[in-house]
């Protein structure tokens, strides 16, 4: 009976430094590993004046749910960055989202919504810009957070890339991929 503790020791052992090593391998990018690329993401300069965005929300599966159009008006104040966004759903929902700004240094800033928990904190370096914060959603009736991680690259002078990682309890529950482009 005792050695079949050990053995049960050793598989329990094995399992739980395996579940760790896998997840730890799950680890997002890391924004240094921009640091050199181009052109340059500047929120101030990217964020001003006439944008627009279009993209689809995935469920956990990967299966797209939802389309979107947004159009974003974005304007800086002494230093602070104000993005006033109107989404427009295929199923003819339309939502508002006002985001401030507020740099905290040369790379970092924080940001807040009406319907983000806290406050978010952004990173930049290179052409990525990886912003982290919790989002309130209505979801069957009742009020969800959501874990955002939100990642954007810029890819040309006029286009953003972004990917949001949405998930609840650190278990993923869906995704939202979308191009911002500057409007001429």
Same mark, same amino acid.
């Given at each position: 009976m005792r050695r079949y503790r050990h053995v049960r020791l050793l598989v +329990?052992? +094995? $399992? $739980?430094?395996g579940c760790i090593a896998a997840l730890s391998g799950c680890a997002g990018p890391n924004i240094d590993q921009y640091l050199n690329n181009q052109p340059a993401f500047a929120p101030r300069e990217f964020f001003q004046g006439e944008l627009s965005a279009h993209g689809v929300l995935k469920n956990r599966g990967g299966e797209v749910t939802r389309y979107f159009n947004a159009t974003i008006d974005a304007s800086w104040d002494n230093g602070i960055g104000t993005l006033k966004e109107r989404f427009e759903f295929d199923d003819g929902e339309i939502q508002f989202r006002t985001w401030t700004l507020t740099p905290t240094s040369e790379t970092t800033f924080n940001a807040t919504a009406g319907d983000?928990? *806290? /406050? *978010? /904190?952004g990173t930049t370096a290179g052409n990525a810009l990886n912003l982290n914060y919790v989002l309130e959603v209505d979801y069957n009736d009742r009020k969800l957070q959501l874990k955002v991680d939100d990642w954007m690259w810029r890819v040309d002078e006029q286009t953003v890339i972004n990917h949001s990682s949405l998930s609840k309890w650190g278990f993923a529950v869906g995704s939202i991929q979308l191009v911002i482009r500057k409007e001429p």
């Open positions: +329990t052992s +094995t $399992l $739980l430094f983000v928990i *806290g /406050t *978010g /904190t």
